[in-house]
């Protein structure tokens, strides 16, 4: 019972710890390449999730809702694509204009773009929760006990792989292609990078283009997880992939996910052995003593300025 128990807490918190990676990995690519937080990628993500209902529900009312492979397909797609253009947005409006200011500027600025966002969904979808019925049904049971049974469901399945998935091809797109190399010229020095060809302002709107759609499919996967939304599910998400992106080591991808697991899975272990009302606290208090012993993050790098 204890480790049927401790099993499947696991593979619960492997799945959320995934959804917050993918988050996170939006917010380490954008303070990498300029230096900032991102404050409004939460909303980003709460964006990617109206959006793949949305396209869920246009499906239903064009009657190829029961064309299950092809709804999926349609809804990542759709999703990733308008999402990409708000992240866009985002960077043109709120971060470009004020690049050349005052570090706060574009912070205060990025909270405002935050503010409006979730304003804007808020009247345009309305208050109340959205439900959405479950679309990837089933799974697999993987230990039968007289009292409990661990089940690992397909969607949670297709949650891990897929983010293992995209954590392997954005890996290697920084690390091998030539826009990579471009991000991270622009990460070293911004002016030295543009002095030597690199096109610095398509550079940086397209970390946010990749950052946004990754927080699409995160919207996605958490839409058809758990089968309901609403405008602010994208603060506390938010807060929490940033969270991870500071303890795994911002800057650093493999620093988010791994972040975001550690995260994911101190919520599981603590909803499912202690009291639930206080996993946050947990959750930060963890943050606290990383911070304190290992300021960098677990994965990141001592920052050395030279003079």
Sequence with gaps: MDWAYFLQQLINGLTLGAIYGLIAIGYTMVYGIIGMINFAHGEIYMLGAFHSLITFLICQAAGISGILPLTLLLMLFVSMVLTSIYGWGVERIAYRPLRGSFRLAALISAIGMSIFLQNFVQISQGARVKPMQPLIEGGITLMESPNFNVQLSYMQIVIIVLTFVLMVVFSTLIAKTSLGRAQRACEQDRTMAGLLGVNVDRTISTTFVMGA????????????????????????????????AVLGGIGSLPGAMLGGLLIGLIEAFWSGYLTIEYKDVATFGILVLVLIFRPWGLLGKPEVEKV
């Design 213 to 244: 759609a990754l927080a699409a499919v995160a919207g996605m996967m958490v839409t058809l997880y758990y089968g309901v939304i609403d405008f602010y599910i994208g603060f506390l998400a938010g807060v929490k992939a940033f969270t991870a």
